[in-house]
């Protein structure tokens, strides 16, 4: 079942929770229904029992194996069936097949 853009920006801001709640790190800009991840916005990350503020892509490349996109963040597009593609050097754009 595909999910819709709506739901996908549910479940990534819930895997990376905004480090403030006004500022998520994933949204649908008004009058569109592309899914947007900011490269601006700071998210958490957990790992055991450590919790570190990131940033989820960085265009340049501190993800290097990923084109600059979190590696679950880049899992996650790919289990949707698509990819990230950069819109600018501060956003991703969730594309499908």
């Not at 570190?52 to 996109?69: A, K």
Request: proline share 4%.
């Amino acid at each position: 079942m595909k999910k819709s853009n709506k739901q996908v920006v549910k479940e990534v801001n819930k895997m990376f929770p905004p480090v403030n709640s006004e500022y998520p790190i994933c949204f649908i800009r008004e009058g569109e229904t592309m899914v947007i991840v900011s490269g601006e916005c700071e998210a958490f990350e957990t790992i055991g029992d450590e919790k570190f503020e990131i940033m989820v892509c960085d265009y340049y490349d501190q993800y290097r194996n990923t084109g600059g996109v979190h590696p679950i963040l880049f899992k996650y597009a790919t289990e949707l069936g698509g990819y990230w593609e950069w819109e600018t050097a501060g956003s991703l754009v969730l594309v499908r097949d």
